[in-house]
């Protein structure tokens, strides 16, 4: 096994500890560490089964780990529901973007967070406010959009993406964001953008944890990554010192190419 530290001197967005996840007789994860720096593209590679959509579930506050524990910017996060993980910073994209068709963009940007005039929030809502920091939260990272006005039911699956993305980031309060599998479905060219907004969320210094099974855009995005393999962390190592073929080998294997020779 190889696992590499990869934090910087700007510390760490999330960080998982001795995590362990049971259903049952099932271990579904067994002891998984691992950090996702500020400022960086964390990528979590693994096989169907590995463990990977438990430990993201766990993040997000889906589930809530039986042993280990989780930190957030350095202090030990405790939450049991989505609310509380997004209340310490983590903001998690599914594959299920979740998405109000019948609104617009920045509707569905400050959906559930709407700002309001009036005492308390009770009157109408501020939508050119919020179209306002909706635009500016789109250029801040890159998000090609027709308008923060654009119905959602017209937007391509790259652009949804970027919605579920703005939506993630927009609370202003953000350390980790967890994406999964977010080009999943997308064209080559969508497929592109999605990943430079993901490399844009890490250049303005949150710390990005991407789930793909494409080996290669891995390499190309991320600057770390972890493997994933029956519920235990095999592997965890810098992208510019291994290749797509070592981490199939790690994927498939448990270790690395150099180690089986």
């Known amino acids: 096994m190889r696992l590499v530290s990869t934090a910087t001197v700007t510390g760490n967005a999330l960080e998982v500890r ?4 049971r259903f049952g007789g099932v271990v579904a994860l067994n002891g998984v560490s691992m950090t996702v720096p500020r400022g960086q593209v964390t990528a979590l590679v693994g096989d169907n089964g590995a463990g990977k959509s438990t430990l993201v579930r766990c993040l997000s506050g889906v589930h809530e780990p039986d042993e280990g524990e989780i930190l957030v910017s350095g202090d030990r996060a405790v939450f049991g529901s989505p609310l509380g993980a997004r209340a310490f910073g983590i903001e998690t994209v599914f594959q299920e973007l979740a998405l109000a068709d019948n609104l617009d963009v920045s509707a569905n940007i400050f959906l559930g967070r709407e700002l309001r005039h009036g005492w308390a929030g009770l009157y109408r809502l501020k939508k050119k406010e919020m179209a306002r920091r909706s635009e ?4 801040r990272y890159a998000i090609n959009m ?10 391509s699956g790259g652009q949804r993406q ?7 980031v927009g609370t202003g309060h953000t350390h980790a964001v967890l994406m ?3 080009t999943a479905a997308l064209g080559v060219q969508e497929t592109a ?8 969320l890490a250049d303005s210094g949150l710390g990005v944890l991407l789930i793909s099974h494409n080996m290669q855009q891995v390499i190309d995005t991320a600057d770390q990554v972890y493997v994933l393999r029956g519920g235990r962390m095999v592997a965890g190592m810098r992208t510019a010192d291994t290749s ?13 190419l150099r180690e089986s020779n």
């Open 18 to 21: 001795d995590v362990v996840k």
């Open 136 to 139: 500016e939260l789109l250029q």
């Open 146 to 155: 027709p308008s923060a006005n654009a119905p959602v039911r017209r937007l």
């Open 162 to 168: 970027g919605v579920a993305i703005a939506r993630a």
């Open 180 to 182: 999964d599998e977010p």
């Open 193 to 200: 953008k999605v990943l430079g907004i993901v490399r844009a």
């Open 244 to 256: 797509t073929q070592e981490l199939v080998h790690y994927i498939t294997t448990g270790v690395g």
